[in-house]
């Protein structure tokens, strides 16, 4: 106590002892003194000494029901996969002559061990497809029901994943759909499949689903609200038992958020993908995340089971089957264009390969019924107008072009000569189609004139008489219209979209468009307004790519191709659009070419590749090699073509309207019409397997 005051003992000090410093305090020693030895015990820092780590340990994650009940669902998935390995060892074993030049010596090992040790007589004896199942409502055909009794021998029986390429029209959606509903209801393979689809066919596979299997519990899983992502992933994704097919489209399998989830959260039973070609390059995102989804068997469904090289369909093979198809050097060597390199022995066994897990059919070996198709082409001159920019652009680039003579001998020539190849092409090719499409081409005109003045129908005749290919079009379209056909358009370019829509206006046709940016719904309608019985609707036009899928135009009974594609697959799903199951009219196609221009070398060079096609494939070929493909020489003289009459003002001729009239007769047979004899045009017939093209003239 302190004058009465209580005082900690350790603020109990005097005067002249003076307070006790923080070292005596903190570590109870006695004061510093020069005269004594004082010894001091460093202790060292608790991070340097060596103890034992300390491991924090996470509680143990309490799994709910609904989890162990997906995990149940992936375990059961995964192991009637495994046990379908020695079945599908046996299958390849039976198919060793034709497999073998075609993987490594050790692939062939591993097949043969597998198949060696798995005993096929404790197998069940499946029951085999005789007839369309009950569960499948509607009618199918009877090549329909072989289809699934290919699939359900392939794919359920063997475990064998296959690819489904019937020609475009001919039901692989159906025969799809009665494979899932058959081996769910009749095989009581339980477990959730996954069809993954273009996003112009989305709405179609949902109504197909709903049409053939209503017993089927089909979830859309297609959005781009986070709300909605979240709820799928939640409520749908999480329970696998609480649907039977989830139909989604190729953007969603490449999104971050719910492609993880589709890929990675459940394993599925079938994995279904439309139009299987678009994973013909194993570098591509898509074919990334495709590989990363986790399932028992895969089905490809594609019109275009065979690329343009057999690298493409390595890459197929190789995604179905990555540990039979290990490399693709047997594949690189038997064709390559640019090379040269064609391997007629290598072409024959390729053929044989992918029969044993590709079943094709083309329409006229199933459909006897099925009206021909008769392609013509008409060569179109260039006018006057397109001359003068097809001399402009090959005179703007000559010093490029000389240089790049020189360049492309170098091994060591950059990708700086290709690009600027590449842009003159395109640039030759709008070229080809109409003036017009360059800026600073077209008179000043508002767009607003009725055509009835003199002044502005001379403007509004410019859109025709600017084009060879606009000329010989309004002929044409006339003598058509005239006689009561209805036409479908198509084009790669939506600004010749635009111009070809002037004309229509011009003319007064009516006509319905269809391009990227149109809505689903509007295609839809526009569809409908046009496959209605007594539409007064005459032209569809089209862009190539955007209506080549999920379009059925087969009221038309005629096809206009204004310009092609490198890749002549979008023409064929063009001319399919009309010629298909449910036409009743001979489908006449007209594909329209510029003489002597690059145009010209196009063509020629896609119907080259068809030799691919017929060899492995029998009859059909997906696509053209790209531009990218093309070696800087090939694009020199491709560029070269037909310069020197450009240059000397040679103009082609067009044909006359008594020839184009002899064209659109459909009343006299192919044989019968003897202008034919001097038409300025090449006509095509029967694109049939192992057969040359037939020349009608």
């Not at 340990?57 to 390995?85: D, L």
């Not at 079945?87 to 692939?107: D, E, G, K, S, Y």
């Not at 129908?457 to 044409?476: P, T």
């Not at 103009?651 to 184009?660: I, S």
Request: proline share 4%.
């Amino acid at each position: 106590m302190v004058d009465g005051h209580p005082v900690l003992r350790s603020n109990n000090y005097d005067l002249e002892s003076g307070e006790r410093s923080v070292f005596e305090m903190e570590l109870n020693r006695e004061p510093w003194s020069s005269d004594a030895e004082v010894k001091v015990r460093v202790e060292r820092p608790m991070s340097l000494k060596r103890e034992m780590p300390f491991v924090v340990r996470k509680p143990h994650k309490q799994i709910n029901a609904a989890e162990q009940v997906r995990h149940e669902h992936n375990t059961s998935i995964r192991s009637a996969a495994s046990a379908m390995e020695g079945r599908r060892a046996q299958f390849f074993n039976r198919h060793m002559a034709v497999l073998a030049p075609f993987i490594t010596p050790r692939a062939v090992n591993a097949i043969r061990e597998k198949a060696a040790a798995h005993d096929a007589s404790k197998d069940a004896v499946p029951e085999a497809v005789e007839a369309q199942p009950e569960c499948v409502v509607g009618t199918m055909r009877e090549y329909q029901v072989e289809g699934l009794r290919w699939l359900v021998s392939r794919v359920g029986d063997s475990g064998v994943n296959s690819i489904l390429a019937d020609e475009m029209g001919l039901g692989k959606t159906l025969q799809t759909i009665a494979f899932l509903a058959y081996m769910q209801t009749v095989r009581r393979v339980a477990g959730p499949s996954l069809v993954v689809v273009p996003m112009s066919v989305l709405s179609s596979w949902t109504k197909e689903f709903a049409r053939w299997a209503p017993h089927l519990r089909v979830v859309r899983v297609h959005t781009s609200s986070p709300e909605d992502k979240l709820r799928i992933r939640r409520e749908v994704l999480a329970n696998p038992s609480s649907f039977d097919v989830a139909v989604t489209t190729y953007d969603m399998m490449s999104s971050k958020d719910l492609g993880n989830s589709l890929s990675r959260t459940i394993a599925w039973r079938y994995l279904v993908l439309d139009e299987g070609h678009k994973i013909k390059n194993e570098l591509t995102q898509v074919a990334q995340r495709m590989r990363h989804v986790s399932c028992q068997n895969i089905v490809l469904l594609t019109g275009t089971p065979l690329q343009n090289n057999l690298h493409e369909l390595y890459a197929l093979l190789n995604f179905m089957h990555p540990d039979i198809f290990t490399t693709s050097d047997p594949f690189d060597q038997a064709f390559d264009l640019t090379k040269n390199r064609v391997d007629n022995d290598a072409l024959e066994a390729a053929h044989r390969l992918i029969q044993p897990i590709c079943l094709r059919r083309l329409k006229e070996d199933v459909e006897k019924s099925l009206p021909a198709r008769v392609e013509t082409r008409i060569h179109c001159p260039l006018s006057s107008m397109q001359t003068f920019w097809y001399r402009r652009l090959l005179l703007k680039d000559s010093a490029m072009l000389k240089s790049l003579e020189t360049e492309v001998t170098k091994e060591d020539a950059g990708n700086d000569a290709w690009k600027k190849l590449q842009a003159l092409f395109m640039q030759l090719r709008k070229c080809c189609n109409h003036p017009y499409l360059f800026p600073g081409a077209e008179p000043d005109f508002d767009g607003s004139q009725t055509g009835e003045h003199p002044s502005s129908r001379n403007k509004w005749e410019d859109i025709v008489e600017a084009s060879g290919k606009m000329a010989v079009l309004d002929r044409m379209l006339a003598m058509l219209h005239a006689r009561g056909h209805r036409v479908t358009l198509f084009s790669q370019f939506n600004i010749m979209l635009d111009i070809i829509e002037d004309y229509m206006i011009m003319r007064g046709y009516k006509y319905v468009r269809l391009d990227g940016s149109t809505s689903r719904v509007q295609r839809m309608i526009d569809i409908n307004r046009f496959n209605i019985p007594g539409s007064n609707l005459f032209i569809y036009i089209l862009n190539t790519k955007a209506g080549g899928l999920g379009v059925n135009l087969q009221s038309a009974d005629t096809c206009i191709l204004f310009d092609s594609d490198w890749n002549p697959q979008w023409d064929l799903q063009a001319m399919a659009r009309v010629h298909r199951i449910g036409q009743t009219r001979t489908c006449h196609v007209y594909r329209f070419c510029t003489s002597g221009t690059i145009e010209q070398r196009v063509q020629q060079r896609a119907e080259k590749k068809l030799f691919l096609d017929q060899m492995v494939n029998s009859g059909h070929t997906e696509s053209v090699e790209e531009l990218e493909k093309l070696s800087k020489g090939e694009m020199l003289s491709m560029l070269k073509f037909g310069a020197d009459r450009i240059f000397a003002s040679e103009e082609g001729q067009a044909p006359t309207d008594k020839e184009l009239a002899a064209i659109i007769d459909r009343s006299v047979s192919l044989g019968q019409s003897g202008v034919r004899a001097c038409l300025h045009c090449t006509c095509q017939l029967g694109l049939r397997r192992n057969r040359n093209l037939a020349c009608m003239l």
